[in-house]
């Protein structure tokens, strides 16, 4: 090896893919590389310039940033990461971006720190490499079909050499100029130059050329994917919204249509073995997508295909990929908005996904539903919660929010959540809770109660020195009790608490109610913010409080025996 090719001996670069992350999250991975301490992003570049090493960094697939497409996280990745980056003195950084986004990262830096490359620009071109990647890929030692000019050296080489003269500087049309010709070998001339491409818009359209057809037919049947993840989507899926974006039934083109789509496309394996197909490369998606006469049009009518496959409109039925990419189209279209309000699309959906895409939606346009999810989609994404925790921790977020109705919604779709919130009260300072009951004259049914310990000041609150008061208010029922004094309430004792079926443990921010006869946890209540406080009645009403106010929670156990 030439030793001018031999890299130094230096630590070992700092390497964050940003495929399918967020720009803090991008950030937060190069933090961890070094071990930084700061808890802030202002105080990972200052460390980064105080670290006594070479610091070199690393950050590729940039273009790939963001959980959904059309979200704006590669800019967000350029602007908010790279070029902060790029400002430590002490910092090399090797990115790839988008070519759109590489001149927003290099403005504002010092002339000559700079270097571009851009791979398919001339002056970076390596024909010889080209021709050797046209050579290999049509060798049927590596896979392609005997045929004259694959099993022939010579004529092999001589369309390799065509091939790379034709591709410029582009491995990727190089590639697709192959699987082209070898997907449909019948009729094509080695010989005849202006059958290969020079772009991968030209290999799209001159394959769909040869083969009689429209190039816009194979342009209708690729825009799904192109509109799609990157990892595709299931190939029923597929044929279903190219007929969306074509206005009509694409079902006969597309069973004979592998000829036509096969260079561009790659088989795959979904869950539970279902056949699913993505594109060959982003660079087609990208080509795909400036062509469309209409973007936000052919989203829309994909996401209204994918709507109308949703069986009797109950996301728990729903495909999974309708479930959880239709948010990401309907960003693009502009819709999304008008989906947040269905509070079974909040609990089924994967919440990585539908954050993303609703955090790419203007805070003004969203509606209160979606600002609950919004803050509540911390919770389910650190802790990868399943549907039946997300639609717990979502109910009771409503009632909080003051969306009742919300809350009462989740309770209809069918999952037996493991609490029904009573009642929400938003109060600041709340410093312990505790139960009690409050005896009633005459009657031998005793009221069950809140006891809050709250600042002096609170209204309805009654004093009780150290500046702190009691606030008394109903445990099932959201009845304040301002009237009632501490001393006319009854306490449980701690045979009554030992003797109830449920029992309470308790973390800094998670609260687990358990089943004292089966020794199993019925109940798992975890906050973004530390619970203040926390009681559990005989009854099995769970009361909790943090410094956003305090809630109480029906626990539903089917054995235990608690208030109904």
């Known amino acids: ?46 460390e980064l310039s105080a670290l006594d090493q070479p610091v070199t960094i690393v950050v590729p697939d940039v273009d790939r940033a963001g959980a959904v497409r059309g979200s704006g996280e590669p800019a967000r990745v350029v602007g908010e990461v790279l070029k902060p980056l790029a ?74 050499a065509a091939v790379g003269r034709r591709a410029g500087a582009s491995h990727v049309v190089v590639e697709l100029a192959v699987q082209c010709i070898l997907m449909a070998p019948d009729g094509f001339d080695p010989a005849d130059e202006q059958h290969l491409p020079s772009s991968v818009g030209e290999a799209l359209n001159l394959h769909a050329r040869r083969l009689g057809t429209d190039p816009q037919l194979l342009r209708t049947m690729l825009a799904p994917l192109a509109h799609g993840p990157d990892d595709g989507m299931p190939v029923d899926l597929w044929v279903r919204l190219a007929g969306a974006v074509a206005g009509h039934d694409m079902s006969a083109s597309m069973a004979d249509g592998m000829p036509l789509a096969g260079p561009f496309v790659q088989p795959g394996e979904g869950a539970e073995g279902r056949p699913s197909v993505r594109l060959a490369h982003p660079a087609i998606a990208d080509d795909i997508r400036v062509g469309l006469p209409n973007l936000r049009g052919a989203q829309s009518r994909i996401a209204v295909s994918l709507l109308e496959a949703v069986p009797e409109q109950d996301w728990g039925k729903a495909d999974p990929y309708v479930r959880d990419h239709i ?38 346009e969203l509606g209160t539903p979606a600002h609950t999810y919004l803050r509540t989609a911390p919770l389910l994404t650190r802790t990868m919660a399943p549907v039946l925790l997300r639609g717990a921790l979502l109910e009771t977020a409503f009632v909080e929010d003051g969306l009742p109705e919300y809350a009462a919604a989740v309770h209809r779709l069918g999952l037996e959540l493991p609490w029904q919130t009573l009642w929400s009260l938003p109060l600041a300072g709340v410093k312990a809770v ?30 009780v020195g150290d500046g702190s008061a009691l606030l008394v208010h109903g445990l099932v029922q959201p009845t304040p009790l301002a009237e009632v004094s501490p001393e006319q309430i009854l306490f449980p004792s701690e045979d009554e608490r030992v003797a109830a079926p449920l029992a309470l443990s308790r973390g800094a921010d998670y609260l687990r109610v358990w089943d004292r006869a089966r020794e199993e946890m019925v109940a798992a209540l975890i906050s973004d913010l530390p619970f203040t406080g926390s009681d559990l009645s005989p009854q099995g009403i769970l009361l909790v409080a943090t410094e956003r106010g305090a809630k109480a929670l029906r626990i539903r156990s089917h054995d235990a025996e608690i208030a109904s």
Do not use: C
């Not at 001996?9 to 720009?23: D, M, N, R």
């Open 1 to 46: 090896m030439d030793p001018a090719t031999v890299p130094p001996e230096l630590p070992v670069p700092a390497v964050a893919s940003a495929e399918g992350l967020s720009a803090a999250q991008v950030l937060w991975l190069i933090a961890d590389h070094y071990a930084l301490k700061t808890t802030d992003s202002a105080g990972v570049y200052a």
């Open 87 to 160: 400002a430590v003195e002490n910092l090399r950084l090797l990115t790839e971006v988008p070519r759109h986004l590489a001149s927003d990262l290099a403005a504002g830096l010092s002339s000559g720190v700079v270097q571009v490359i851009d791979l398919d620009e001339l002056e970076w071109a390596d024909p010889d490499a080209l021709v050797r990647h046209a050579e290999a890929a049509l060798n049927p030692q590596f896979g392609a079909p005997e045929l004259p000019f694959t099993v022939d050296p010579e004529a092999r080489l001589d369309l390799a």
């Open 327 to 364: 948010a990401g189209h309907t960003l693009e279209a502009g819709l999304l908005p008008q989906l947040l309000t269905d509070p079974g699309l909040f609990v089924h959906a994967d919440p990585v996904l539908l954050r993303a895409a609703i955090e790419a939606v203007a805070a003004e």
């Open 434 to 463: 505790t139960v009690g009951s409050l005896a009633q004259p005459g009657d031998d049914k005793a009221i069950p109660v809140a006891v809050l310990v709250v600042p002096e000041g609170t209204p309805g609150a009654r004093p």
